[in-house]
Nanobody, 117 residues
Framework: QVQLVESGGDLVQSGGSLMLSCAAS????????MGWYRHIPGNQREMVAT???????TYGDSVKGRFTISRDTAWRSMTLRMDNLIPDDTAVYYC???????????WGQGTQVAVAP
């Protein structure tokens, strides 16, 4: 199994920046992709950004050019740099990790981001 703990959520003003972090432990050697998803109340969970073992990144259309995902080479930490935040970015942000051992996607508990107008 892989355990994930997010941190860094906060209340910020529109136009501000935040850095979210995800600490991974357990069977991280099996991870081949990590990502960030977000859940806005009343909506489905939305993919924010992902990063693969080869360093390839993917971003949701609504965050392209504003958010940057990165990770360490040992899959023990991942960050999401969020710039030019807007109220629509208000959500609970989740860290995820995909394991090649059992094809399972692990989720953290989430961290709240709120952007005031």
């Amino acid at each position: 199994q892989v355990q994930l703990v997010e941190s860094g959520g906060d209340l910020v003003q529109s136009g501000g920046s935040l850095m979210l972090s995800c600490a991974a432990s357990g069977q991280v050697f099996s991870v081949y992709k990590m990502g960030w998803y977000r859940h806005i109340p009343g909506n489905q969970r939305e993919m924010v950004a992902t990063i693969t073992s080869g360093g390839d990144t993917t971003y949701g259309d609504s965050v392209k050019g504003r958010f940057t995902i990165s990770r360490d080479t040992a899959w023990r930490s991942m960050t999401l740099r969020m710039d030019n935040l807007i109220p629509d970015d208000t959500a609970v942000y989740y860290c995820t990790a995909n394991s090649a051992l059992n094809s399972q996607q692990y989720w953290g508990q989430g961290t709240q981001v709120a952007v005031a107008p």
